[in-house]
């Protein structure tokens, strides 16, 4: 095998497209501090205990582990940045009012859960500890939408659940976890007659109520199905409550619910959401996804109302244009003093000024040179620029 062969799924970023998530990154980050979001970094690997107590058996599976030559204990390179930012805001800054914490960085996946997907996203995410109500869970949804409008995509469309209305469900009911997992899966499949069989020896209302689920989708109008549709308890009543609030507040958005969607179920508590759009071929791609997680910093001592949202700017740079380059200037190659001056002069200013090696003249520009620094003799040999 060829030594400049990369594994399965991870792949170089080149140039033009490197330049484009940059420009997205700076972009998303602006946004979440224009909202008041902290910027943390926590480390690409830790202890592994750290990274995936609480969080569920998908997680574990999408984890790289080693061993420390340190220490001797497993570590693990995580595929995902939450938990990490859950134990920042629990064990280090330990602030008893709101954290509004934003975060972008590489995460490492064991294996890919769609087709052509990476297995090293570049994870951009905001979250916002200690507040319980309806009104954090509000504003990630529009930081969510602001940040990909900031990144120039347009026509999204707004997916909700919420994962207390399957716990309703089956709230009379003792179930081992096994038969628990088996359900879950058969209610993402959509698979009734898988939950007509799971079911059988329950109690006539909860099979009945499970069995409804899988058609329990569409637009807000699926809220007041549920109302009549579902066995009703007041667990019920604040989970539906809760999605018809934050649906009649929710802006700038086509809107959908599809109360079976049990994606993450080990690691949400409540609402959850996933945010789609075109990508520039026209197929329908999920760019972003979060909802509520009240459970993940209890590991950490402190248990923390939370509720967030991440993406993958790998994935979000393929489903908008590239914005058209900035106008560099093209200056020679030489040593002196004025013409040395001219170029720092313009690049402080901001401006990209690219020397031309010698020998190289005749070479394609590396960026999209629109002007050049020119030595003009008349003007007592001032250098000036010239537009090509």
């Known amino acids: 095998m060829s030594a400049w062969v990369l594994p399965d799924h991870i792949a170089d970023v080149l140039p033009s497209e490197a330049r484009h998530i940059e420009e997205l990154r700076r972009g998303l980050l602006d946004t979440a501090r224009g909202y008041g979001y902290e910027l943390v970094m926590p480390p690409l690997l830790e202890h592994l205990e750290s990274l995936l107590t609480g969080t569920g058996e998908a997680l574990d599976l999408q984890t790289f582990k080693l ?9 693990g390179l995580r595929a995902d940045s939450t938990p990490q930012v859950a134990r920042i805001d629990a064990h280090l800054l330990n602030r008893q009012g709101v954290a509004r914490l934003s975060y972008c ?18 994870q951009f995410g905001a979250e916002i500890y200690g507040h319980a109500g309806l009104e954090a869970d509000l504003e990630i949804l529009e930081l969510a939408r602001a940040c990909l409008l900031q990144a120039g995509v347009q026509g ?23 038969r628990v997992n088996a359900i879950h899966a058969a209610l993402a499949a ?17 099979r009945a109520d499970l069995c409804a689920l899988p058609g329990l989708f569409g ?36 809107l959908s619910i599809d109360l079976a969607d049990l994606r ?33 910093g209890a590991v950490f001592g402190r248990k923390r109302p939370a509720v967030g949202f991440s993406l993958d700017l790998k994935e979000l740079v393929s489903a908008v244009a590239p914005r058209p380059l900035e106008g560099a200037i093209r200056a020679p190659w030489g040593m002196d003093a004025a013409l040395r001056e001219a170029i720092a002069q313009l690049r402080s200013a901001g401006h990209t000024v690219v020397c031309v090696l010698p020998g190289h003249e005749h070479e394609v520009d590396e960026f999209d040179c629109d002007r050049e620094l020119v030595q003009v003799p008349a003007n007592g040999g001032v250098w000036t620029l010239k537009n090509l």
Not at 112 to 119: E, L, T, V, Y
Not at 160 to 175: G, Q, Y
Not at 226 to 240: I, K, N, Q
């Open 67 to 75: 061993v420390d030559q340190l220490s001797g204990r497993t570590l």
């Open 105 to 122: 960085g590489p995460v490492v996946h064991t294996r890919i859960d769609r087709a052509f997907a990476s297995r090293e996203p570049l």
């Open 156 to 178: 999204l469309q707004l997916d909700m659940a919420d994962v207390r209305v399957i716990d309703a469900v089956l709230a009379p009911v003792a179930l081992e976890a096994s």
């Open 190 to 206: 959509k698979d009734v007659a898988e939950l007509q069989a799971l079911s059988a020896d329950l109690p006539e209302r909860v």
């Open 219 to 254: 637009g807000v109008s699926v809220i007041d199905d549920a109302r009549r549709v579902l066995t009703s308890s007041p667990a019920l009543t604040e989970a539906l409550d809760s999605l018809a609030w934050l649906a009649a507040q929710v802006q700038g958005m086509d």
């Open 264 to 296: 993450g179920y080990a690691y949400y508590t409540g609402m959850r959401f996933a945010v789609f759009a075109r990508d520039t071929q026209g197929e329908a791609v999920e760019l972003a996804r979060g909802g509520r997680y009240d459970e993940v």
